[in-house]
């Protein structure tokens, strides 16, 4: 049974600390979804990673993903109060059609 | 607005009760996906078509549960005979031909069952 687990599930920063949140999965998978959902809110995607070592950045965030080490780590750098959101990952098991199995997701609280 | 949409945003329903949610997904997107979220947990799959093919359904859809696309454009998903455990948000999305399994999540439907 495929399993994905996030690490913290909760976690309180400053602004402008940095902080790694990380995403553990069970089985061979070369895709990696990281996405967001705020409070009453539906997701919105934030990354997609396809194939081992890639890394991608936008503003404050960036995600890799090692699929050997089954391993993925999405980056916070010099946070600020709007990245407050919940982040979840989730990896595709049916070879992309969008099956996805979703990590239980990690509260970011971002204080000033 | 192009977004995926959800009709209705909230249900409240005693049990026993039959409710039905519809989701009109991206216009150019063939795929749909209708996925299942508890409070404190990520969203878990349900089942999703290809235009109007119903390909896959997960083992969480119990007979009560059925969803249809007959066009290949929107989705309902009919849940009958309600119990207190079919309490969730209900999330539709979809996604293109190529899209790479990206999924464009709508807003949800939220069911109460008393």
């Known amino acids: 049974e495929l399993k994905v687990e996030q690490n913290p599930l909760f976690l309180s920063m400053q602004e402008g600390k940095n902080y790694t949140i990380y995403c553990n999965y069970s089985?061979?998978?070369?895709?990696l979804y990281w996405y967001r959902q705020d409070p009453g809110k539906s997701l919105e995607s934030l990354f997609v990673l396809l194939s081992n070592g890639a890394v991608k950045q936008e503003g404050r965030l960036m995600a890799s993903l090692d699929t050997k080490a089954r391993l993925s780590t999405l980056h916070i750098t010099a946070a600020v109060h709007d990245l407050s959101a919940t982040y979840f990952c989730a990896v595709d098991y049916g070879g992309s059609q969008g099956n996805l199995i979703f990590g239980k997701g990690t509260k970011l609280s971002v204080k000033p | 607005d192009t977004g995926v949409s959800q009709d209705p945003r909230h249900k409240i329903t005693k049990r026993g009760q039959n409710v039905t949610f519809r989701c009109d997904p991206i216009?150019?997107?063939?795929?749909l996906y209708w996925y299942r979220q508890t409070l404190g947990q990520g969203p878990e799959f349900l089942t999703y078509f290809q235009n109007e093919a119903q390909l896959e359904k997960s083992r969480l859809l119990s007979d009560r549960f059925s969803a249809e696309r007959p066009k290949g454009s929107f989705s309902t998903l009919e849940i009958q005979r309600t119990e207190q455990g079919d309490s969730a948000m209900y999330l539709c999305a979809s996604s293109g031909q190529g899209m790479i399994g990206e999924l464009f999540f709508g807003e949800g439907s939220r069911l109460t069952v008393l």
């Open positions: 216009s150019e997107h063939n795929r």
């Open positions: 089985t061979t998978s070369d895709r």
